[in-house]
């Protein structure tokens, strides 16, 4: 399926964003400003998942004021992409890291490929 015909949404139960370690994310972490890089090395737990994540309920616990750098809607302004590759960017980007973290036959990913194909959901 093309990306152009698809709209990125969130999926329940992943929280692959939520992984942050520096070692994994060094591309995201360089188009962050000072301040931006401050916070997100804050949010950083020894195990490199964030500091917010709640790994049982596989959820955000500050989803509503997690920082603009979470916000995949706000990803291409974030590497000075035109906001008609939002969509597409925001795709690759999940898709990427789903892969990373959870791998390539995951329930995760099939659960986001799915999702592509749906009516848009509400998010959070």
Same mark, same amino acid.
């Given at each position: 399926?093309?990306?152009?015909?698809?709209?990125w949404?969130? @999926?329940q139960?992943?929280?692959a964003?939520?992984?942050?370690?520096?070692?994994?994310?060094?591309?995201?972490?360089a188009v962050?400003?000072?301040?931006? $890089?401050? @916070? #997100? !090395?804050g949010?950083v737990?020894?195990?490199?998942?964030c500091?917010? #994540?709640?790994?049982?309920?596989?959820?955000?616990?500050? #989803?509503?004021?997690?920082?603009? !750098?979470?916000?995949?809607?706000?990803?291409?302004?974030?590497?000075?992409l035109?906001q008609?590759?939002s969509?597409? !960017?925001?795709?690759?980007?999940?898709?990427?890291?789903?892969?990373?973290? #959870?791998?390539?036959?995951?329930?995760?990913?099939?659960? !986001?490929?799915?999702?592509?194909?749906?009516?848009? $959901?509400?998010?959070?």
């Amino acid at each position: 399926m093309s990306d152009a015909w698809t709209k990125w949404q969130c @999926i329940q139960n992943c929280g692959a964003c939520c992984r942050l370690d520096p070692t994994d994310r060094g591309e995201a972490i360089a188009v962050l400003n000072e301040r931006q $890089q401050e @916070i #997100y !090395f804050g949010m950083v737990n020894p195990d490199g998942w964030c500091k917010h #994540y709640d790994t049982g309920g596989r959820r955000c616990r500050i #989803y509503n004021s997690r920082p603009d !750098f979470c916000r995949v809607g706000l990803l291409a302004s974030l590497f000075n992409l035109p906001q008609d590759k939002s969509e597409s !960017f925001a795709i690759h980007c999940c898709r990427q890291q789903i892969r990373s973290v #959870y791998g390539g036959r995951s329930r995760e990913l099939r659960t !986001f490929e799915r999702s592509l194909r749906l009516p848009l $959901q509400k998010d959070g």
